[in-house]
């Protein structure tokens, strides 16, 4: 069942409905279950392709167990361990021998967000900071929540809890309502017209990339393949995380924010603080600030403060990479957000160094640097989203049917584009938040709001009409 | 331990840490308060405070920190 679809919206209405009339929080609790299970066996209809899923998952569960019960380092270590061993191989990582793996079909859908949220709950209970008991409903309710299993965000358990397990539940207003139903409509609109149109004009261009055209065409051609992939992946993604965020809002669960207007930062580690947001702050949690430490520890001298802060940023970001995708392409995108990570944080200090802080903060405040480093920024992105979405095969195809000049034009075209249209954006973008209205914006009062929900859902209807298309699926299913 | 006590010896190793003598640990000071304030001297401050209290702070500790309130408050609960 595809997330941005009129069968998902009825499945998910017909949820909401039941789930809101019980006050019985356990029974709320069997009622999601019961949705998880019937969303789950959408995906496929064979019982033996959930087995590898259903052991990963029961695993889990006494990891997380034991975890709680006592805190040994030894097991603990091993659990830790095995889940990661566990995690690689059924999803079937390149470097492992592939006679190892399981010979039959069965489903990983949402595996990678399922792994998180088990860690979660087994470095917590260990660490002694999950104090609530998991029990067999709430854990598999938390990993296995039909909004959150493919496309995330990754909720921590506390706060899943507390919500589902209210004893008084927060009023579901008309207000509430509103703001869900918008966050669908604009997820939809999102999914189903923007990311469709985008990745269409992506296909267009790279059936029409060939060497017969001119150099000034083909570099266009290149700078529209590499360059509308970047939006359409914000748009297909962001839009997918509107809709269950607006799903979650009718349940009266507010789930946590995945993206804050990414390509309005100006530098690499910014941009990650803004995208992606909850997976960034996972692995800041239980990767870098514990790595950091650890090695602060090690080195207590201040003077390899900078030296161990790079080599956590670097490590934390090539497993933001690798844990996308299980081949070398992957492997690959992660060295690169390794670098890019490591180049922005040396880059900053080397520059409060040579100009002093005071001089660096201002040249930072300085609009036009801004622009630039948007620009530079959503280039960066661009390039190592390639080995994101391509493979070595097609990108070697691309790369020679470009040759260098085209390229070097390509991403230049890139660069000042991004620049002038983003740096246009945010002027335009304040422009109209500065008209005021009942001590507010006018962009933001109910009723241009309400005015602008309902043109996004005649242009919505007109172009899925039209256009007789479905969305494409959501990038992170493959994950 | 008594908040007082807390948060001197917290002021302490806030100005040992950002080598900055002026600086008052308050409860509402937030890393955005602090210029040098980034994740790096955010860990370096976390390992500091457990040396100085004789604590370990987990994994969700250290991220979940809001300010420097949350930050006595759970230094109040390990002492």
Known sequence: MTIASFTFLGFALAVVLIYNCFSSATWRMWVLLLADLAFLSTFSHSVSAFVPLTVFLACGFFAVQAMQRAHKEASYLWIIGGTILAFIWLKKYTFLPHDTFLQFAYTTLGLSYIFFRVMHMIIDSHQGSLNQKVGPLAYLNYTLNFTTLVSGPIQSYPAFIEQHLAPVRPPLTIIDMGNGLERIVVGFFKVNVVALVLSMIQNQAINALSSSQPLATRALTGAIIAATYPVYLYYNFSGYTDIVIGIARFMRIKLPENFNRPFSTDNFLEFWNHWHMTLSGWLKEYVYNPLLKSLMRRYPSPRAELSLGVIAFFVTFFLIGIWHGRTSEFLFYGVLLGIGVSVNKLYQVKMAKSLGKKQYKALANNWMYQALCRGLNFTFFAFYLLWFWSTWKDLGKMANTLGPSAQLLGWSLIFIVSTIVLALWQVVRASVFRVQWEDQPFILSRYVRTVLDTSLVFVLLVVMELLNTPAPDIVYKAF | ?79
């Open chain 2, 1 to 79: 331990m008594e908040s007082t006590e807390i948060y001197d010896r917290l002021t302490k190793v806030f100005r040992e840490v950002f080598d900055d003598d002026e600086i008052v640990a308050r409860p509402d000071l937030t890393a955005s308060d602090v210029e040098e304030w980034d994740s790096l001297k955010h860990v370096r401050l976390i390992l500091s405070v457990e040396n100085a209290f004789k604590v370990r702070f987990s994994a969700s500790e250290v991220s979940n920190l809001k300010n420097v309130a949350d930050l006595a408050k759970v230094i109040q609960s390990k002492v």
